[in-house]
């Protein structure tokens, strides 16, 4: 009797909020888990050791997702070898200005982190997926991609920016049995949510309040883990109906 073969998800951006939660939900699937951060070492450390907690393995990788020649690095060879059953793109930054007050390297800065991240990421990590004829791909976007809001013009750029990208991408590698889904998050309870007026957002949504990781890792792990999988190119909206 054969070992059953080995299930890798790469989580990038898997150290804090929506990335720990997937990561450690995919864990609990059966996933090994390579997890990419930046620079939040014990955080990343952490995460890992929950992961190990369930019986995986878990590999973290510190590198910056906007550098080309550091995702080649860590991952070009790696993928080759064995390459992920899922892909989850999870990592961004946010620069929030109005847009009469925003700075080049606001713009700039946001664009090439959380849209040009996701072409590193996938272009790096695509031929291999392609080459074994399987996969799932979840490229987390935001409700600010899907409505807009004051403040983002940036951040809400790159992640309508994903959306578009990740549909296109759909058309090219379905026949491939690759599925490419967006995850759209509301205001979710993170450390990058901590200091907005929780009450003003609350009366703007129809649930009444803030999602949690978890909700959105849940959904996450199904279009990762789902054997039975019809849902290709879509936007699913974790947003406690904010997006209606």
Known sequence: MTAP????ALVVGGSRGIGQATAIRLADSGFDIWLTY??????????KREIEKRGRVCEC????????????????ER????????????AGVTKDNLFVWMTQEEWNDVIRVDLGGFFNIINTVLFSMLAQKQGRIVAVS?????????GQANYAAAKAGIIGAA?????????RDISVNVVAPGVIETDMTADLPKDEINALI?????????????????????NHMYIH????????GLSM
């Open 5 to 8: 073969k080995r299930r890798i």
């Open 167 to 175: 549909k296109s991408l759909a058309r090219e590698v379905g026949k």
């Open 38 to 47: 930046r620079s939040r070492h014990e955080a990343a450390n952490e995460v």
């Open 142 to 150: 935001s409700v600010s991609g899907q409505i807009g809001q004051a």
């Open 79 to 90: 993928v080759e070898k064995t390459p992920p059953y899922a892909v989850v793109f999870n």
């Open 233 to 240: 190119g879509q936007v699913i909206g974790v947003n406690g």
């Open 61 to 76: 990788m510190a590198f910056d997702i906007a550098d080309r020649a550091a995702v080649e690095a860590a991952l070009r």
């Open 206 to 226: 129809p649930m009444g309040r803030l999602g949690t990781p978890e909700e959105a890792a849940a959904v996450i792990n199904f279009l990762c883990s789902e």
